[in-house]
């Protein structure tokens, strides 16, 4: 491996707890390295770890205030954190399983068919409702704001006093982004940010802690009202696919496991493989609730999120995203009292454009390129900004000792997370206050006007302040004022601040501690330096006024911005279609989308990708690195492996699965060859989760021949234990029990996906990510395990400014 830059060696650890040399790492902490030890005892292997980053750095007096404290996630782009649990999207086809699908008739196999459908019903209908809920509760609260501060601001304008208003306008929105800080901070800390970066994740098999909960849910609907209310540069959109992909991991289980609460149905889909395919409808279903987009959240599923695809699949992803954009259109009707009147498709309504307004022509299509070059390296910007404003709030990287002490003591408290959001809370206000102000762009406000809060501020009778139309308002409302307000209700020096200012604003407020997306903020600033860039054509060139509408160039503006962010394509573009209802505009918002993407990317990664790679996720990309063919799976694999016997020893099990050290999830089951052979032939994999029931219910050898057992285990034994098996540390397994064997023949795998030594890097990624593995065991010309792949083994190698690269693993 000369050719590889090295950034983690091998080693394995041995038997005794404190032995081992310890290397100064990164921050203070050490390495323990070991060597390689090979244990025989119960005819078992111990694993082979690759060495790694302790990143609890020892604790001092001025630590002593934060011992109670979670521990964090490392937070660095260059580890991969072992905190991480694989996803188990095979079916382990062994023979409890086997008999179950032999005794199902052909009419269950189409009972479970017609539940899989009405479960999709079940996702787009409380997705669409959820969607609603918080549609309505912004819109109050966003409008008893207002109103408020705009009664007071013009009661001020008359007699003085300004001041006042600003303070007012800053408490409320200070006041509401503190009540969803708290919830978020205190109770919830996973329902921050839009749920988009952890949706990815989860999709891509990996298991991200308390992502799809009751309790998450909760706070996350409850957190984006506030923030949105609470005038932050956020929007409601993003939260709804993370809300949406909760509902449907809640609903497909049957059960709650938040409220202990088993409703004793669709037990046949607890397990990973079924749920994730509910999760993709469910965040498909979230899309199309906040876009009125059901095409583009089926897309949005299928770019983003699943590993592999079905037709069948995209036909009830389909019908649940239908069913969400059909319920929230309903509910909202029946609100606006127009029951029956399906015009809001989505939380975000673009307006309609018309395509004899705003036709473009062919040779309009170099100026969208050059909007989408110009949107890819404002995204560049924007998230290299928020990479390191996100390291600053975690890491508070400063070499200054009494500022690392103070990070040390308070940066990582709730209190202060909370005190950041109401910081821009008022930050916001008050710049907003200050950029209305001191503007004196007056618009005549004639009886076409749809602007819902118009100040008049300092202008005549009769004209509102345009800025504020920007600024004092709801950023959906902002986004279709932008889109449709006819030519010469912004002039340029306006649309150039509010652009600057909600950049920076929008760059600061994303990863603060509340619910928030990032989807209208961008779409907002793409729409006001678009506006800007269709006003000066019209300028500038002869007959411009003619074919350089501003709102086509606010479009196209929007859709290059929130492309060069979020790096999304096929997706996108038929959101961005089906929310204009035009696809006419099809093939410039394609272009757009495409260059802002080949830009940004030349730069820096999408939003999403920066963020989980902070998080020090294994993440697996669509493939594998494009130098790693030289790499085989014996370079890649962790060795030697812990395996056991087909008839295996009680207290050895229960000693390999007490093991802190080697917290492993997938052991392979082996027949030993010779008695003087170290390696056994491969026979099955059983996973820990499989071997804590059994443990848990005593299936032992003697047990069964003694009839002490009350019944055979049944695969619904394991699957009221899903998702949240019990810790070995609550089993209790006598003396006695431990001299016990156990058979582990009924509950393996016994045809678990092998790859011999000399498979290519390339080729394991693809079999391991395509089929949603999450052990691959590596076998010799004999069939005898040398060794297993796992999804960290994989994800640590990427390309870097050296060329293949290989991450550390960070151990939390």
Known sequence: MANITKKVS??????????????????????????????????MFHIGRLSTVDLEEDMTSDEDSVRGCPKE????????????????YDNSENQLFLEEERRMSFLGFKCLE???????????????LIACCIDIAVENLAGLKYYVVKQNIEKFTEVGGLSISLILWAVLNSAFVMVGAVIVAFFEPGAAGSGIPQIKC?????????????????VKVCGVICSVAGGLAVGKEGPMIHSGAVVAAGVSQGRSTSLKKDFKIFEYFRRDTEKRDFVSAGAAAGVSAAFGAPVGGVLFSLEEGASFWNQM????????????????NFFLSIYNNKPGDLSSPGLINFGRFESDSV???????????????????????????????????????ILNYWLTIFRIRYVHRPCLQVMEAMLVAAVTATVSFAMIYFSNDCQPLGPDQSEDYPLQLFCADGEYNSMATAFFNTPERSVRSLFHNPPGSYNPLTLSLFTLTYFFLACWTYGLTVSAGVFIPSLLIGAAWGRLFGILLAAITPNGSVWAVP??????????QLGGIVRMTLSLTVIMVEATGNVTYGLPIMLVLLTAKIVGDYFVEGLYDIHIKLQSVPFLHLEAPATSHWLTAREVMGAPVTCFNRIEKVGTIVDVLSNTSTNHNGFPVVVPVAASDDLGKICGLILRSQLIVLLKHKVFVELARSRLTQRKLQLKDFRDAYPRFPPIQSIHVSQDERECMMDLTEFMNPTPYTVPQETSLPRVFKLFRALGLRHLVVVDSENRVVGLVTRKDLARYHLGKHGLEEMQLAQT
């Not at 009405?118 to 669409?128: A, E, S």
């Open 10 to 43: 091998w080693s394995s650890r041995g038997d005794e707890s404190g032995g081992g040399e310890r290397t100064p790492l990164l921050n203070g902490s050490e390495e323990v390295r070991y060597s390689r030890q090979l244990s025989g005892d119960g005819g």
């Open 359 to 397: 036709a473009y022509n062919l040779y309009e299509i170099p100026l969208f390129i050059v909007m989408g070059a110009a949107g890819g390296l404002l995204g560049a910007l924007f998230n290299i900004l928020n990479y390191w404003l996100t390291i600053f709030r975690i890491r508070f990287n």
């Open 114 to 128: 017609i539940s899989r459908w009405v479960i999709c019903g079940l996702i787009g209908f409380l997705t669409g």
């Open 313 to 328: 699949l995209t036909w009830r992803i389909f019908f649940a995203s239908m069913i969400s954009t059909f319920t929230l």
């Open 551 to 560: 709102g086509k160039y606010a479009l196209m503006g929007a859709a290059a």
């Open 202 to 218: 989860y999709l891509n098999g990996v298991k991200i802690p308390r992502v799809v909960r009751l309790k998450t849910l909760v």
């Open 73 to 88: 996630i490392p937070h660095n782009e260059k580890l991969l954190s072992l905190k991480y649990e694989s996803l188990d």
